[in-house]
């Protein structure tokens, strides 16, 4: 396993980062409770403000597949690769 990320994006201390690949970048979000929409609104403005500080990155959203179909689609639809572990 890689080593969580320490670069500074202007995020809160509470999210969880962790380097994937060369330019790849996950948002760790392993919680027991469901994924809902209102949790994948969140995790796209990280995913935008990740993406703002460095336009090549690619970013996926590392959960567990406890996750509601509308929120699956949002994050698709936002360009967020969903990794279940």
Same mark, same amino acid.
């Given at each position: 396993?890689m080593?969580?990320?320490?670069a500074n994006?202007g995020?809160? =201390?509470?999210?969880?980062? =962790?380097p994937l690949?060369?330019?790849? !970048?996950g948002i760790v979000r392993? !919680?027991?409770s469901r994924i ?5 609104f ?5 995913a935008?403000?990740? =993406?703002k ?8 959203? !590392?959960?567990h597949?406890?996750?509601c179909s509308?929120?699956v689609?949002?994050?698709k639809e936002s360009?967020v690769?969903? !990794?279940?572990?």
């Amino acid at each position: 396993m890689m080593e969580p990320v320490v670069a500074n994006f202007g995020l809160d =201390r509470g999210v969880k980062l =962790r380097p994937l690949a060369q330019n790849h !970048i996950g948002i760790v979000r392993l !919680i027991k409770s469901r994924i809902i929409q209102k949790d994948a609104f969140k995790i796209v403005a990280i995913a935008d403000t990740i =993406r703002k500080h460095d336009l090549k990155l690619k970013v996926s959203l !590392i959960c567990h597949p406890n996750i509601c179909s509308k929120s699956v689609a949002l994050l698709k639809e936002s360009d967020v690769e969903l !990794i279940y572990e």
